[in-house]
């Protein structure tokens, strides 16, 4: 199975919350884990990435938690901003290609 | 350093004829994909390409589809005949060689509109 499933679909919180997107996959063969921001017209920006061998990532305001037992991985991101405002994808893949979720539309709110 | 670049960064083709998106990778950067993204939906990918290699193209539609990384010059995504149903971002991603290969990094996509 090559599905990978995000949720939510949206999402809004107010300044400085603590938004969380959730990945679940099925193919245990992957073995890279990224997520991506994308603004309107824009293409996918990589923003953090993670290996299944390391439970928890961190880079700036963006974390990345995994559980490879569960076969899940979530996306938080700290102190968030209106600039943050964003439709985030998680993806994951082996060497030749990745598999998307489809998406989460995030609104950071004054 | 530049990023990918893709042109055009909008097309619109009538039914029945051919697009040609292209895609320079990145400098240093040997591998290209290339996704498509349909409204309000995440990114399918449709074929990877080393220098004058198809590795996988188990994404794209078997007819009208094609795509190439040539030893010169950018990769093409090719549509031939095009159908309203072709409209949709494209966009293509490149990645280094070796261990680090997955780490692609998006262009800002071609955006083909069939009327």
């Known amino acids: 199975q090559q599905q990978v499933k995000q949720s939510p679909q949206s999402l809004i919180v107010q300044k400085g919350g603590i938004p969380i997107i959730n990945c679940a996959y099925e193919?245990?063969?992957?073995?890279?884990f990224p997520w991506y921001q994308q603004f309107p017209g824009k293409g996918p920006a990589l923003l953090i990435a993670?290996?299944?061998?390391?439970s928890e990532k961190k880079e700036g305001r963006f974390t990345i938690s995994f559980n490879k037992s569960a076969k899940q991985f979530s996306l938080h991101i700290m102190d968030s901003q209106p600039g943050d405002s964003a439709t985030y994808f998680c993806?994951?893949?082996?060497?030749?290609?990745?598999?998307f979720g489809t998406g989460t539309r995030l609104q950071v709110t004054l | 350093n530049a990023g990918v670049m893709q042109n055009p960064r909008h097309l619109v083709r009538r039914r029945g004829q051919e697009a040609r998106l292209r895609c320079s990778p990145m400098?240093?950067?040997?591998?290209v994909y290339w996704y498509r993204q349909l409204p309000e939906e995440g990114l399918k990918f449709m074929v990877y390409l080393q220098k004058e290699n198809i590795i996988d193209e188990s994404g794209m539609p078997k007819e009208r589809f094609s795509a190439e990384f040539p030893k010169e010059g950018p990769s093409i995504l090719r549509i031939q005949q095009v159908v309203r149903g072709d409209s949709a971002a494209y966009f293509c991603a490149s990645s280094p060689g070796g261990g680090r290969r997955t780490e692609a990094f998006f262009g800002q996509g071609t955006r083909l509109t069939v009327v």
């Open positions: 993806a994951a893949g082996t060497a030749s290609k990745l598999t």
């Open positions: 193919n245990t063969a992957f073995d890279y």
């Open positions: 993670i290996r299944p061998d390391v």
């Open positions: 400098k240093g950067h040997s591998h």
